[in-house]
């Protein structure tokens, strides 16, 4: 007979590893989307947003399209048909979404990635108002010290105060602030359409819902582009789907205040793909930004493995029979 005390310690472990894991689907879907904002940025004539989101939509829809016949995500027996509301949220969550990817677009075509990723950071207080507000999860002062830490080194990455100061830069800035929020948005209605049904078809629908409604914009704001950038913005498409897959397992693992910190990691990415591909070189400032989100990360990280291991360690142990 195991005694209590190793029971507690393998439950712990059990939480530990679950939190781990939620945390790193949760990183891995954040880097993705950030792959997939910076991909317009390669092309060598770059497309218009809403091209460019026509073209996301195009490669989601083939991608989902090829995988529905191998049921990669088993529809759940307790609700094989869709109800009216959830249909109507997963229709909602697609048009925020569209709304996220050419804000997006459109800022980064304006200002440096990394400063738009860092301007898209402040989407983690959002979402932690969201789950606060509306399904009443638990929040700390370790989560908004970690909100706190995070959006300070945003903005000294983003740095918009000293920043060229024309219409053309606050333009870009205004759009990404209004990202963040339908991004926020985005996630929160992801994370509730999936306690209905969450199924490879259910994507490919809302992926082609997409499709519908931007044939028409994209047809009358097309660019002339190469197949090779045209390839480059359709492998959109593919990298947004892993990235729903990602935050599909991070929520199964951890709360949304858990992992919502942990999507600041954006603005390392960009920052990376910044310097390699674009030689926007980050200055002393911005550098000391990056240090204050990871540490963010770090911080709430080791806040949640320490309340765990209190929270077990004050359950009171069984009396050996």
């Not at 094989?80 to 709304?99: D, F, N, P, Q, T």
């Not at 931007?214 to 660019?223: A, E, F, I, K």
Request: aromatic share 10%.
């Amino acid at each position: 007979m195991s005694r209590p005390q190793d029971t507690t310690l393998k439950s712990h472990s059990a939480i530990e590893r679950q939190t781990v894991a939620g945390i790193a689907f949760s990183v891995l879907s954040t880097m993705l989307l950030t792959v997939m904002f910076f991909l317009p940025q390669l092309g060598n004539v770059p497309a218009n947003p809403i091209q460019s989101a026509f073209l996301r939509y195009v490669g989601g829809s083939l991608v989902l399209g090829a995988l529905a016949p191998l049921r990669i995500l088993p529809e759940p027996v307790s609700s094989r048909k869709l109800s009216r509301a959830a249909i109507w949220l997963h229709l909602l969550r697609a048009s925020v979404g569209m709304s996220t990817l050419m804000f997006t677009l459109f800022a980064a075509s304006r200002v440096p990635i990394a400063n738009v990723q860092a301007i898209l950071c402040s989407h983690g207080a959002l979402i932690l108002l969201f789950a606060v507000a509306i399904d009443r999860e638990s929040v700390s002062w370790h989560h908004i010290v970690t909100i706190a830490l995070a959006v300070s080194g945003a903005i000294l990455v983003a740095d918009p105060v000293t920043s060229e100061a024309n219409w053309y830069n606050l333009a870009g800035y205004g759009a990404a602030a209004v990202a963040s929020a339908c991004w926020a948005t985005e996630v929160f209605l992801f994370r509730n359409a999936a306690k209905h049904q969450t199924t490879i078809l259910t994507m490919l629908i809302v992926n082609l819902f997409g499709l519908l409604v931007l044939t028409v914009p994209g047809y009358y704001s097309w660019r002339a582009v190469s197949m090779a950038d045209a390839l480059t913005l359709t492998a959109m498409g593919p990298l947004a789907v892993s990235a729903q897959f990602a935050q599909l397992a991070a929520l199964k693992r951890a709360p949304l205040t858990i992992v919502a910190p942990f999507r600041y990691a954006n603005v390392l990415f960009a920052a990376a793909l910044g310097i390699a591909f674009l030689n926007q070189i980050p200055d002393g400032q911005a550098i000391t930004g990056f240090v204050l989100i990871i540490a963010s990360a770090i911080y709430i990280y080791v806040r949640t493995i320490a309340h765990s291991k209190y929270t077990q360690s004050a359950t009171p142990p069984l009396k050996e029979r």
